[in-house]
């Protein structure tokens, strides 16, 4: 996927009154992971990722490859944190599947 010649200008952090949207970077794996096992019950049901329990390993790597992906604009993954407790995700969303032509 070729990126227009001006790429857009996408932040890596989006902070809120209560919450800190940010982009998935390694080291967060522990906390994602922590995350999709607390909710595993509701999330595989709707997830198309979710169909197996993942390691802390198998999540860490997701993160690193979709930080990789954020930077090179292929996929843009958000991870959303509260911000009165830095170490606990409670969600994600992003922008996927983009057309930048």
Not at 28 to 57: F, K, Q, S, Y
Not at 91 to 101: F, K, P, Y
């Given at each position: 996927?070729?990126?227009?010649?001006?790429?857009?200008?996408?932040?890596?952090?989006?902070?809120?009154?209560?919450?800190?949207?940010?982009?998935?970077?390694?080291?967060?794996?522990?906390a994602?992971?922590?995350?999709?096992?607390?909710?595993?019950?509701?999330?595989?049901?709707?997830?198309?990722?979710?169909?197996?329990?993942?390691?802390?390993?198998?999540?860490?790597?997701?993160?690193?490859?979709?930080r990789?992906?954020?930077?090179?604009?292929?996929?843009?993954?958000?991870?959303?944190?509260?911000?009165?407790r830095?170490t606990?995700?409670?969600?994600?969303?992003?922008?996927?599947?983009?057309?930048?032509?």
């Amino acid at each position: 996927m070729d990126l227009p010649l001006e790429s857009p200008t996408i932040p890596d952090v989006i902070e809120t009154e209560r919450l800190v949207i940010r982009s998935p970077m390694p080291g967060d794996g522990l906390a994602v992971n922590a995350a999709i096992l607390e909710t595993w019950d509701a999330l595989h049901h709707w997830m198309p990722w979710a169909r197996e329990r993942p390691t802390v390993e198998e999540t860490e790597e997701r993160m690193r490859q979709s930080r990789t992906n954020f930077v090179n604009r292929v996929d843009l993954p958000m991870l959303v944190w509260l911000r009165e407790r830095p170490t606990v995700v409670v969600g994600g969303t992003g922008l996927h599947r983009m057309d930048w032509a």
